[in-house]
């Protein structure tokens, strides 16, 4: 009997057919805030070219790039190191200055792929590190870019002041009107139709219409209230995910406005007709008292050093900036009049009280801040008693009702960071260990290396003084973050272990306590169910 001899193809598992044919391919885009409010699309039209490559998730923000503190970004890195090696092959963006152009957070980002397998690819400027002049370009490049960010801030700087000193409008129009470039003009563009009474208005009509409900309502909120039922508003506030991932989209996520986060420091800034006709307190008490309206225009109105909006009667106003207007200046100061005796009235003949709690307390369905609503004089301690309520309920954005009493809130805050104090104890005593130096610092002193063996022209020179202010700065950064480690915990065993010590201090130094510790205290109805310390996770 003859032998057959049969050849045998290696056969391939249905395990690695999957892992060769479906290795995820992720992505990261990024765009300025400056670049967003000149093109709403601008992110939407970068992240689509990032689909059509053959991204599969896209990881995104709208910030400077100057900035190392982006959700995209951070989020990006953190889920490389978590994931297994091969299961993503390539990282695209668009160019390398899209990423970054801080040389420790670029080579952060680079040590992750590497160690997982990922190759970074830009689709318009490729680049490569396998080499010594692979490295010498992307130095330079970052280099370059920062000097291009300082260029253009100042350019940006400049163009603000020759705005104010020629009485330009700024960039963003409210809504009502729309700039043709020099002025203000009022936007009669179809906006609304309400069926009950068959009317139609325009923009600068639904603006105008605005002023009115709040001049026969009297209050912001109840303004904001009474336009959602006019206008068929679902202002119910989405229940907060308790996915804390940000700046993600899926393979399955369409690539379109509404599936971008919105959350305070995206960065968006979307404006109608970009979003719909949903107002919250803050954006509408903005709205109402814009001079803009009334034929002027407001500079200065942010303290650049903290990036917060001054009040309203601090901002350098130029009037008669533009013709069309939709109330009159009269009408204007009345806006303004009638939202400062809201204020006052409120806490009329109440003792200087200290909000201990400012700006950390937040809803555990929405996230919106806590806010004091009421008061009550207890007369047996002659105390006054706030009460704290979601800021959204009042527009009917929430339906978080219950309010939670100053002291209340207090106890159940101090009575956590007691049991907190207990298991921090143990730690201050240590001591703060020094540090290894972190593996971007590594890096760029590898770079510097490089740099150093080449024949030295301008170029390198520019590029080797940046990685030294680099290097400097990483290593003032870790340090200064083992320093406040070290503090926040001290202050919580200090102040929290003896509740005696905590009653014993002053409204002033108990708040300046609290921020300096707590990042935010989550609350749902009169219930405090977690608190999130600073520095510590």
């Known amino acids: 009997m003859n032998e057959v001899a049969v050849c045998r193809k290696p056969r391939l598992t249905i395990f690695d057919y999957t892992e060769l044919n479906y290795m995820e391919v992720w992505a990261y885009a990024r765009v300025s805030t400056d670049e967003q409010a000149e093109d709403e699309g601008a992110l939407i039209k970068q992240m689509r070219r990032l689909r059509s490559a ?59 792929l590497k160690k997982k397998g990922i190759q970074p690819t830009a689709i318009d400027e490729p680049f ?25 801030a100042m350019r940006v700087k400049k163009e603000r002041e020759t705005r104010k000193t020629n009485k330009k409008p700024h960039w963003n129009a409210p809504l009502g009107y729309i700039t043709d470039g020099q ?4 936007d009669n563009r179809p906006c609304v139709c309400l069926i009950a ?29 009474q336009l959602h039922d006019i206008f068929g508003i679902q202002a119910q506030a989405v229940s907060k995910s308790k996915n804390n991932r940000n700046n993600v989209l899926g393979e399955i996520e369409e690539i379109a406005i509404e599936n971008i986060n919105k959350t305070r420091g995206s960065g968006l800034n979307l404006r109608y007709p970009y979003t719909g006709l949903k107002w919250s307190i803050s954006g509408l008490r903005s709205q109402l008292v ?25 901002w350098e106003v130029a009037w008669e900036t533009h013709d069309e207007i939709i109330i009159t200046r009269e009408e204007h100061e009345r806006v303004k009049t009638m939202i400062r005796q809201n204020r006052n009235n409120r806490w009329a003949n109440e003792q200087k009280y200290t909000n201990v709690f400012a700006n950390i307390v937040k809803c555990a369905h929405c996230g919106a801040a806590y806010s004091r609503q009421s008061k009550k004089l207890v007369k047996r301690t002659g105390l006054i008693r706030h009460h704290y309520q979601c800021s959204f309920y009042r527009t009917g954005a929430c339906d978080n009702k219950r309010m939670i009493s100053n002291d209340e809130l207090e ?25 290894e130096e972190p593996a971007e610092v590594k890096t760029l002193r590898a770079s510097l ?18 990685i030294l202010s680099q290097i400097a700065d990483a290593i003032a950064t870790t340090s200064e973050t083992s320093k406040q480690y070290l503090i926040a915990k001290e202050r919580i065993v200090l102040a929290f272990s003896n509740q005696r ?12 306590l609290l921020k300096g510790c707590i990042r935010k205290i989550t609350v749902d109805g009169n219930k405090v169910i977690a608190v999130k310390l600073l520095h510590l996770y």
């Open 54 to 112: 053959g991204a599969t998730k896209i990881y995104y923000d709208v910030e400077s790039r100057t900035s190392d503190k982006r959700k995209g970004l951070l989020q990006l890195i953190d889920d490389v190191d978590a994931i297994a090696f091969g299961k993503v092959s390539k990282l695209l963006f668009i160019r390398i200055d899209r990423l970054t152009s801080s040389s420790i957070m670029f080579y952060r980002l680079m040590d992750a």
């Open 128 to 152: 490569e590190m396998s080499s010594i002049g692979g490295e010498l370009t992307i130095d330079v490049r970052l280099a370059a870019a920062k000097y291009e960010v300082k260029m253009l």
């Open 183 to 186: 002025k203000y003009v009022k």
């Open 197 to 225: 009474n068959k009317s139609e208005m325009n923009v600068s009509q639904l603006a105008r219409f605005v002023f009115d409900i709040f001049f026969s309502v009297g209050t912001v909120s109840e303004t904001a209230r």
């Open 290 to 314: 814009n001079p803009i309206y009334a034929g002027g225009t407001a500079y200065d109105t942010v303290h650049y050093s903290g990036g917060h909006r001054k009040p309203f009667d601090e």
């Open 411 to 435: 106890k159940q805050v101090i009575e956590w960071l007691v049991r907190e104090a207990e298991r921090l104890a143990a730690l201050v005593e240590q001591e703060v260990q020094v540090r």
């Open 449 to 466: 290396n490089t740099l150093d063996a080449l024949p030295s022209n301008p170029a390198i020179e520019k590029a080797k003084e940046d």
């Open 501 to 512: 010590y905590w009653q014993s201090l002053e409204p002033q130094d108990k708040q300046a």
